[in-house]
Nanobody, 123 residues
Framework: QVQLVESGGGLVQAGDSLRLACVAS????????MGWFRQAPGKEREFVAA???????TYYADSVKERFTISRDNSKAMYLQMYTLKPEDTALYCC?????????????????WGQGTQVTVSS
């Protein structure tokens, strides 16, 4: 397993942008498929975006397509660029690593999780 640390969350207004980052603490992300998930208070955790270990495949939830972009520096970090944020994007955003490298949409496929970074979007 790899230790993951997220950063970049904050309080913004609707329509603003944010860039989240996920890095491996004391290790590398090389070879891992990576994903972003979010959980709002009182709601189930939901898939946001995923990227394969080589970065050649990306996947998005319908709710964030055309607004969010996932990318990676391969071994160093993974990012989630979020544009045109909406109040319904408010949640704790967590990154996750999948040893098989595919970039999966199911949380159960991921072995390592970060603690998360809070994103709050005001209307």
């Amino acid at each position: 397993q790899v230790q993951l640390v997220e950063s970049g969350g904050g309080l913004v207004q609707a329509g603003d942008s944010l860039r989240l980052a996920c890095v491996a603490s004391g290790g590398t992300l090389a070879g891992y498929g990576m994903g972003w998930f979010r959980q709002a208070p009182g709601k189930e955790r939901e898939f946001v975006a995923a990227i394969s270990w080589r970065g050649d495949r990306t996947y998005y939830a319908d709710s964030v397509k055309e607004r969010f972009t996932i990318s990676r520096d391969n071994s160093k970090a993974m990012y989630l660029q979020m544009y045109t944020l909406k109040p319904e994007d408010t949640a704790l955003y967590c990154c996750a690593a999948d040893m098989l490298g595919g970039g999966e949409q199911r949380a159960a496929e991921y072995e390592s999780w970060g603690q998360g970074t809070q994103v709050t979007v005001s209307s």
